[in-house]
C-alpha cells in the first residue's frame, strides 16, 4: 500500500479518489485517463502532485499525473 500524506487526511470534505481508489491504481491508460480527468476537479490537485513528484516509488495517478508523467517531469 501507500502513506497517505497528512493533508489528504485532513480533507474536509471527501477526495474524488476515494470513491473509486482502485481507478487511480489500475495499469490500463484508459483507467489512468479517467483517474487523471477526475482529479482536475479536486482542491488538493498541487499538493497531491507535488508529493507524488517527491516520490518515485509511488504508484498510480497522483494530482492528475500518472507515474509515467511524473517520471518524464523529473527528467
Ligand atoms: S488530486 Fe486526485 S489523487 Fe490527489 S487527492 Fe485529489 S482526487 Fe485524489
Redesign the pocket.
Known amino acids: 500500500m501507500y502513506d497517505v500524506p497528512s493533508f489528504?487526511d485532513d480533507a474536509a470534505a471527501p477526495?474524488?479518489?476515494r470513491a473509486d481508489p482502485e481507478l487511480?491504481f489500475a495499469e490500463d491508460k484508459t483507467s489512468r485517463e479517467d483517474a487523471a480527468r477526475?482529479?482536475q476537479g479536486?482542491p488538493?490537485?498541487g499538493p497531491?502532485a507535488a508529493y507524488a513528484l517527491e516520490r518515485p516509488q509511488l504508484r498510480g495517478?497522483?494530482?492528475?499525473l500518472s507515474r509515467w508523467r511524473r517520471s518524464q517531469l523529473r527528467g
Open positions: 489528504l477526495l474524488p479518489c487511480f477526475i482529479c479536486c488538493f490537485r497531491c495517478v497522483w494530482g492528475g
